[in-house]
T-cell receptor, first 115, second 110 residues
Framework: GAVVSQHPSWVICKSGTSVKIECRSL??????MFWYRQFPKQSLMLMAT?????????EQGVEKDKFLINHASLTLSTLTVTSAHPEDSSFYIC???????????FGQGTRLTVV | DAKTTQPPSMDCAEGRAANLPCNHS???????VYWYRQIHSQGPQYIIH???NNETNEMASLIITEDRKSSTLILPHATLRDTAVYYC???????????FGSGTRLQVQP
């Protein structure tokens, strides 16, 4: 199947700093990527939809100024958690769809710990 | 997208078939049934999907009832590495995000 790669796999940062997470589709072009967040023992929750060359669409309750999404190319989307706080500690996962009629592929996830 | 109902947890003996049920009684005619699984601390992994007919691939089989209101994912010979949370998702085929429910936590026992 298609490969979606996330980097880093885990990161620890200090409260108040910003962290950037990269999501790359390695062997296909993804005009649309999705960012999810998963807290312990919970299911994945969609944060935003990232479209190449346009502004991301955020789900209700997700602060767009705090979670900056950039989809500058057909193979790369980035999520920047700005002014991170301990409550932002979570497992962040990206997903990409290759084209209209195929399944979605997921990155391996990034575990963010804010101390 | 139609809502799905899955049992919260199941156990299966290693080497035996694991049959994971999913109820999707409000499914529409153009909605597909997708199955993903998530092994601990990893991103979800695609397993299989189908519309009406039963489907089989190298990982699993998907059995969809004739009225399409329920389906069963079958792992023919479960191994310890199949221990994961399995998600049944119903959606149209489009470049849209998947909506994850609670899933079924499958524990394969040695």
């Amino acid at each position: 199947g298609a490969v979606v790669s996330q980097h880093p796999s885990w990161v620890i940062c200090k409260s108040g700093t910003s962290v950037k997470i990269e999501c790359r589709s390695l062997d296909f072009q993804a005009t649309t990527m999705f960012w999810y967040r998963q807290f312990p023992k919970q299911s994945l929750m969609l944060m935003a939809t990232s479209n190449e060359g346009s502004k991301a669409t955020y789900e209700q309750g997700v602060e767009k100024d705090k979670f900056l999404i950039n989809h500058a190319s057909l193979t790369l989307s980035t999520l920047t958690v700005t002014s991170a706080h301990p409550e932002d500690s979570s497992f962040y996962i990206c997903s990409a769809v290759r084209d209209r009629n195929t399944e979605a592929f997921f990155g391996q996830g990034t575990r963010l710990t804010v101390v | 997208d139609a809502k799905t109902t899955q049992p919260p947890s199941m156990d299966c003996a290693e080497g035996r078939a694991a049959n994971l049920p999913c109820n999707h009684s409000t499914i529409s005619g153009n909605e597909y049934v997708y199955w993903y699984r998530q092994i601990h601390s990893q991103g979800p992994q695609y397993i299989i999907h189908g519309l009406k007919n039963n489907e089989t691939n190298e990982m699993a089989s998907l059995i969809i009832t004739e009225d399409r209101k329920s389906s069963t994912l079958i792992l023919p010979h479960a191994t310890l590495r199949d221990t994961a949370v399995y998600y049944c998702i119903v959606r149209v085929q489009a470049r849209r995000a998947l909506t994850f429910g609670s899933g079924t936590r499958l524990q394969v026992q040695p």
